[in-house]
């Protein structure tokens, strides 16, 4: 059974994940540029032909493989698997792109504590996706910057980008 696939999802498997991906997970507004030239061309026009992407992504990282596998088969996403040298046994992530994110973070939504606000950034920022009036269309240096900017929003919420609070 896989999200949205017509199995219904237990409320205690919701709680489950959101537990996890609170504790081991990320949400993030993942971009890169690409281009649609298909032939050879000069890198200056190569230049003025790029434009920058942006998607939803949730990652679940976890040494326990098959806790991971079982997920992939409930909730999908893509697992990859290696051995950890540091760690000296295996790891494997998760992670699930765009609309397949969107909807296990509509699943999860009510159960995040640690990431309930990344999560509602994250959501945020899929609504403003692909508005019907831009569909087809290159989008404007606003749309980026709109895009950006919720990029950003989403990064500063880390708790790696969290200011330092010194204890007395």
């Given at each position: 059974?896989?999200?949205?696939?017509?199995?219904?999802?237990?409320?205690?498997?919701?709680?489950?994940?959101?537990?996890?991906?609170?504790?081991?997970?990320?949400?993030?507004?993942?971009?890169?540029?690409?281009?649609?030239?298909?032939?050879?061309?000069?890198?200056?026009?190569?230049?003025?032909?790029?434009?920058?992407?942006?998607?939803?992504?949730?990652?679940?990282?976890?040494?326990?493989?098959?806790?991971?596998?079982?997920?992939?088969?409930?909730?999908?996403?893509?697992?990859?698997?290696?051995?950890?040298?540091?760690?000296?046994?295996?790891?494997g992530n998760i992670t699930w792109n765009k609309q397949k994110?969107?909807?296990?973070?509509?699943?999860?939504?009510?159960?995040?504590?640690?990431?309930?606000?990344?999560?509602?950034?994250?959501?945020?920022?899929?609504?403003?996706?692909?508005?019907?009036?831009?569909?087809?269309?290159?989008?404007?240096?606003?749309?980026?910057?709109?895009?950006?900017?919720?990029?950003?929003?989403?990064?500063?919420?880390?708790p790696c980008h969290a200011p330092k609070v010194m204890v007395?």
């Open positions: 059974m896989r999200i949205g696939e017509g199995a219904e999802v237990q409320e205690t498997d919701k709680a489950y994940l959101a537990g996890l991906l609170d504790g081991e997970g990320c949400i993030r507004i993942a971009s890169a540029y690409h281009t649609n030239v298909k032939k050879r061309v000069s890198p200056l026009a190569l230049l003025s032909t790029q434009k920058r992407n942006y998607w939803m992504q949730v990652l679940l990282g976890n040494s326990d493989v098959n806790v991971l596998k079982d997920i992939q088969e409930q909730w999908g996403g893509n697992l990859s698997l290696r051995s950890s040298a540091r760690r000296g046994k295996p790891f994110a969107v909807k296990l973070l509509r699943h999860l939504k009510p159960y995040l504590r640690i990431k309930a606000i990344e999560c509602q950034v994250a959501l945020e920022f899929v609504s403003l996706l692909n508005p019907p009036e831009h569909r087809g269309q290159r989008l404007s240096d606003k749309d980026l910057e709109i895009r950006e900017y919720y990029k950003q929003k989403l990064s500063a919420l880390k007395n």
